[in-house]
């Protein structure tokens, strides 16, 4: 079956992170045009490209496919070539599988370094950490100088830490060299950091575009407040004192920082609109606990940070909803609805 494009994809955004619920890996093949023999170029701020060779693509596997090949186990980082005495950078095109030379020595040099990669030159595949094969990797896209990086899970089989830490320098990195860059991931942390703009999609339908804190503050629809965080989706929840008067919506979405979870004898701020649950789980998750509450016959998550005193399974609790997502009402959407016993103190605020 053959595909027909005829407005491909236009980017202005410097980043876009995409979380999605369809095939990102398909859709980054159809934006780099690999993957379709009737597309004939991609527009970039009002210019078109040709997408086999001006569009360059770094995936997940460019190790894997390029620089693990066993004809490639001696090619280190930046080789010399052609007896001529200058440095040259293999750089892997991840459209066409073929290997392509720079020869000019100050552009590998400037490369190296803008990578991260000084004193790294002459090391082989073998002798670089997973972080720094994928800097390599980096260097490769940008030594065609693209205008456009597309980017399917580049940090996928990174462990946490370096993750975390190759976030922040792609984030950088990006901003230095100021190429529009399509980032496709399903880390949540990756999309919010990373990206000027995210799109969420799902079975193929854009559900949201904006910046990341508008997304995670104001979902448009259910199914991205259901996707971002760690929502718990209740069926039943005008039970909650402090909702009861709400009937317009058939379901609630609740995040764990929109709850607030008190030990016996600690102070409550509202009393009266606070359930009793009891304690079903609880996990240690680095910088805070996790908890799982039974609360008018629901389970539902929330979070107490460290230096608070501990909880314990098992344990009876007082729970207070401060707000809920309502979806599936008799609205279009998403809207957000606040504890009656905040708004009502919000209101005589002077």
């Not at 490769?140 to 399917?152: I, M, N, V």
């Not at 764990?256 to 609109?273: C, R």
């Not at 039974?294 to 940070?305: E, K, L, P, S, W």
């Amino acid at each position: 079956m053959r595909k027909k494009f005829i407005t491909l994809l236009t980017v202005t955004a410097l980043g876009l992170g995409v979380l999605t619920g369809c095939g990102s890996g398909r859709g980054t093949d159809n934006t780099s045009a690999s993957q379709t023999d009737t597309a004939k170029s991609v527009e970039i701020t009002n210019v078109s490209y040709d997408p086999t060779r001006e569009l360059y693509a770094v995936y997940k596997e460019l190790f894997a496919t390029h620089w693990k090949e066993e004809k490639e186990q001696d090619v280190s980082v930046v080789q010399s070539h052609g007896g001529s005495g200058k440095q040259a950078l293999e750089v892997a095109n991840g459209l066409q599988a073929d290997v392509v030379t720079l020869a000019l020595e100050g552009d590998v040099d400037e490369l190296i370094e803008l990578v991260g990669l000084k004193g790294l030159e002459k090391r082989y595949p073998r002798q670089l950490s997973g972080g720094q094969r994928q800097r390599v990797a980096f260097a490769r896209a940008l030594a065609t100088s693209p205008q456009l990086l597309l980017l399917d899970e580049p940090f996928a089989a990174i462990d946490a830490k370096v993750r975390k830490e190759l976030r922040a320098w792609l984030r950088e990195l990006i901003n230095q060299v100021g190429i529009t860059s399509i980032f496709v991931t399903h880390d949540q942390d990756e999309a919010v950091e990373v990206a000027d703009e995210i799109i969420i999609t799902n079975h193929g339908r854009v559900e949201q575009i904006g910046i990341p804190v508008d997304i995670y503050n104001d979902p448009q629809t259910e199914f991205v407040a259901q996707f971002l965080g760690e929502p718990t989706t209740l069926d039943a929840y005008t039970g909650f004192k402090g909702f009861h008067d709400v009937n317009a919506g058939a379901r609630a979405i609740l995040r764990p920082e929109f709850v607030n979870v008190y030990k016996t004898g600690e102070v409550v701020p509202y009393p009266v609109s606070t359930e009793t649950g009891v304690v079903k789980r609880v996990a240690f998750r680095g910088n805070m606990t996790e908890l799982v509450i039974r609360v008018n016959g629901a389970d539902i998550v929330a979070h107490r940070q460290l230096g608070q005193p501990l909880i314990t399974e098992g344990e009876e609790v007082a729970v207070f909803v401060r707000k809920m997502f309502l979806a599936g009402g008799s609205w279009d959407g998403v809207r957000t609805e606040v504890n009656e016993a905040v708004r009502n103190e919000e209101s005589v605020i002077i």
